[in-house]
């Protein structure tokens, strides 16, 4: 593995502040981050310190309002500092993002009580979130997710099941999605559920092929007791609030699979460069120098178009079908780019020596998670031609 940092992303920011945000990214991602991610994969230690950190240092709030202790930062700035992490580590990428998704449901839907109430300790004060939509059965088809939400008084209780719960048993808060009405999407509420309530244990984390440092487990609530003052919008609203907070998520992925498309990228360049046969460097030869040129495009046509969907988000316009379109597009884009840098490596791009195979198999999970490529597809197409008729 080389120990050569990579040059830094040639970035359009809109302010001074945000260049001086990104250059504090790529410092503290390439002193506490990028050195010890290989090894803290491959040992499954989750960085908890490094969210604290990220935390102390504002960057776990960025895209909301100062008021409750957020950045105050356009989407465009805030998934350029997702890439940046991204590149370093995704666990670290993906889990800010995570984070931020968490965040979303009170921040957009929640009162002004609620939110003065757990903002500031959300957004700034070293608390990690959980986001709990998906189920054993219900993934793809969220709407028809079975965790119940029963009214008790002034309190609602709990019973179900999530999984594939990105923090799950380590995350301090949970927005959770359960069933308080009828079947389908109408019938769901969101809630905002501390991390030590009673009744709420974590399985055993999953056993993955990447990610290896973030816990991916199933979360059982066994009669969890939450007060009404824990709900997040009305009754029903549940579902919208998820759909919105997807949206924005979805250009989080996105940001995190360019970043690490730039991180393969890299590595494939350096080695490229150094590496001698036939006494030229291999990147002489025009084939593999063809292969750089579309790993370049590929990232520099994702990034743009995260960035177009992040500037409508921005200016307070739909964004829906751009969002699905940019995750599509720069997940695919990194699931290639990966495999072409373990290519470009030959047989050392298979081994652990070099990070480009760990690259690879964390590109993978990227096309899976918060909507699979195949529903961006049935978004995006809806999108152009409606609802099927089926």
Known sequence: MTDRAPQPVDRQLPTEESRDLLALVREIAQREIRPVAAEEEDSGRFPR???????????????????????????????????????????????????????????????????AAHLPAMLGGGLLGAYCLSEPAAGSDAASLTTKAVRDGDEWIITGTKAWITHGGVADFYTVLARTGAEGPKGITAFLVPGDADGLTAAVPEKKMGMKGSPTAQLHFDGVRVPDSRRIGEEGQGFTIALAALDAGRLGIAACAIGVAQAALDEAL????????????????QGLRFMLADMATKIEAGRALYLAAARLRDAGKPFS??????????????????????????????????????????AKVLQIVEGTNQIQRMVIARHLAGPETR
């Open 49 to 115: 310190e490094i969210f604290t950190l990220l935390s102390e240092a504002g960057l776990l709030g960025l895209p909301y309002a100062g008021e409750f202790g957020g950045g105050e930062q356009p989407y465009e700035v805030y998934l350029q500092v997702l890439e940046e992490l991204a590149a370093a580590r995704l666990t670290v990428g993906l889990g800010v993002s995570v984070h931020s998704l968490a965040c979303h449901g009170l921040a957009g839907y929640g009162t002004k009580e609620q939110q």
């Open 270 to 285: 350096t080695y490229a460069l150094d590496r001698k046969q036939f006494g030229h460097p291999i990147a002489d030869f």
């Open 321 to 362: 079908r751009q969002a699905a379109m940019a995750k599509l597009f720069c997940t695919d884009a990194a699931m290639a780019v990966t495999t072409d840098a373990v290519q470009v490596l030959g047989g050392y791009g298979y081994t652990a020596d070099f990070p480009v195979e760990r690259l690879m198999r964390e």
